[in-house]
């Protein structure tokens, strides 16, 4: 067979081998994998270099639209020619349902919005806010067929949160229709009480949001959310934790057999409270819900990836440019804290952060890096065995990476459209040199080799990791 693309003498590393052979790629897929493989249009030398399952970044917000007057930096032209540059293949952003909207609409914005803008292929999670009886009975259960197979819901925001017994409906709603529930876990009422404290005692700074955010609010919320499943006996993936109580509630969760996912970011790792509490406005850079903790809390997220709490590592990219009255000065350099856009960039910087704070400092080893960054995610959110691993039929998305190379992290050279990166100046060892999505080169030495339109959308498969234990009476 004459191949389109032969990567020779790279060192293959999937989420449970290392081992040197050649990759053969036809139609932009892995055809064959071994020695001497035969003749092929291209030939790309590996040598020196370890080649992993290209990146999918599971939590990323693009071109979402809100409801405050604030506007997005990236939608999917620059997000995923940005996620492209740092080694991620498959971006799974949100069409969001708004208050009194159906789901449907949400989902048919959410294509045009994306349409021919794509450098990467790229899946959608839904946002519910609004589970009405048509959005339960009709809308969620077609669209799950369609491909769209997991979706986020809410324990806080105003416009986004659910109660208890919506919260009930939408999971039982998961169960019979085999879809993954995120979960952003934060009580509410104990961001409000806390806010209108700091409120009137003058607090309302950036520093000021991470203490109205606070780890109990998270524990309990996440608690709820895990008790709540377990009544009716469905998985479900909380999302961004932040640190050591939230990490408890899932480990204990885990140990009882529940099937309790967990996913972290970059900015619980490398990030701080103290960051919120930088000179003037420069804390509004740095938030997000939940906030960054302290150094203990970064412990404990670097201790739950290591053991096998945490399943999925992603961005939560959400970006907002900050010199922009429709960014993070959305209301002035003097805005109270619950007024600030809620999240920080980050779609190209996760997994060389990762890999250089992880595995290069030994903290994980890259078997499992490769887990947290792409096969897991595919597992979870039904994209495997196309994607998230090196295998005969897989889609050929691969990262060339070099394990010593080293740069730092200059928002001048990244490719969002974010003015400005929390992790500037933050000095790095590994890099992704080369990138493939479906075969095709699409960015070579952290810049982009491709264009928009080449990312295709992705139905999902019914995940595996969400179907029920079966122990639940009366469903």
């Known amino acids: 067979m004459n191949f389109d693309t032969l990567i020779k003498n790279g060192r293959i590393i999937t989420a449970v081998d290392c081992y040197y052979a050649d990759i053969a790629i036809k139609a932009g897929r892995i055809v064959a994998l071994g020695h001497e493989l035969g003749a092929a249009t291209e030939v790309i030398d590996a040598e020196g270099l370890w080649v992993l399952p290209g990146g999918i970044d599971a939590h990323c917000h693009l071109d979402q639209p809100l409801g405050d007057g604030a506007v997005m930096a990236d939608g999917f032209y620059s997000g995923t020619r940005s996620a492209a540059c740092g080694g991620t293949t498959t971006v799974m ?208 997220v670097w201790q739950g990836l290591e053991s096998g709490v945490f399943q999925v590592f992603s961005s939560d990219h959400a970006p907002f440019r900050f010199e922009d009255d429709k960014g993070k000065k959305l209301h002035g350099e003097h805005a109270h804290f619950e007024h600030i856009p809620n999240g920080i960039p980050g779609l190209e910087t996760r997994l060389p952060i990762l890999f250089s704070e992880g595995v290069v400092k030994e903290r994980i080893d890259v078997t499992r890096f490769v887990a947290l960054t792409a096969t897991n995610p595919a597992k979870i959110y039904g994209l495997y065995p196309r994607k998230g691993t090196i295998a005969i039929g897989s889609d050929a998305d691969l990262t060339l990476w070099d394990p010593t190379a080293k740069s730092t992290i200059r928002n001048a050279e990244l490719h969002h459209a974010v003015d400005y990166t929390p992790y500037e100046g933050l000095e790095l060892t590994g890099r992704p040199m080369l990138t493939l999505c479906r075969g095709r080169v699409v960015s070579r030495a952290g810049k982009p080799e491709s264009e928009a339109g080449y990312g295709e959308f992705l139905k999902c498969d019914k995940p595996r990791p969400a179907r029920p234990r079966g122990n639940a009476k009366g469903f």
């Open 93 to 300: 952003p949100f069409a969001a349902q708004q208050k009194g909207q159906s789901l449907r609409a949400a989902v048919d914005d959410y294509h045009r919005r994306s349409d021919g803008q794509a450098f990467i292929d790229y899946a959608f999670h839904m946002i519910v806010c609004d589970p009405t009886e048509t959005v339960l009975k009709e809308e969620l259960p077609a669209l799950i067929k369609e491909g769209y197979t997991s979706f986020k819901i809410y324990m806080t925001y105003d416009d986004l949160k659910l109660n208890d017994r919506e919260i009930l409906n939408v999971l039982a709603l998961a169960r019979r229709e085999g879809a993954m529930v995120m979960v952003h876990a934060e009580n509410a009422d104990c961001i409000a009480y806390l806010t209108e404290l700091l409120t009137e005692s003058g607090n309302t700074g950036p520093y000021y949001h991470g203490v109205a955010h606070s780890s109990i609010g998270e524990r309990e919320a996440s608690h709820r959310a895990i008790s709540l499943a377990e009544l009716v006996d469905v998985p479900v993936l909380i999302v961004h934790v932040s640190g050591t109580e939230t990490i408890e509630q899932i480990r204990w969760a885990q140990n009882r057999g529940l099937r309790v996912y967990g996913e972290t970011c970059p900015q619980y790792l490398m990030l701080t409270a103290k960051d919120l509490d930088r000179d003037g406005f420069e804390g509004a850079k740095y938030v997000c819900s939940p906030p960054p903790r302290d150094p203990a809390a970064q412990e404990a």
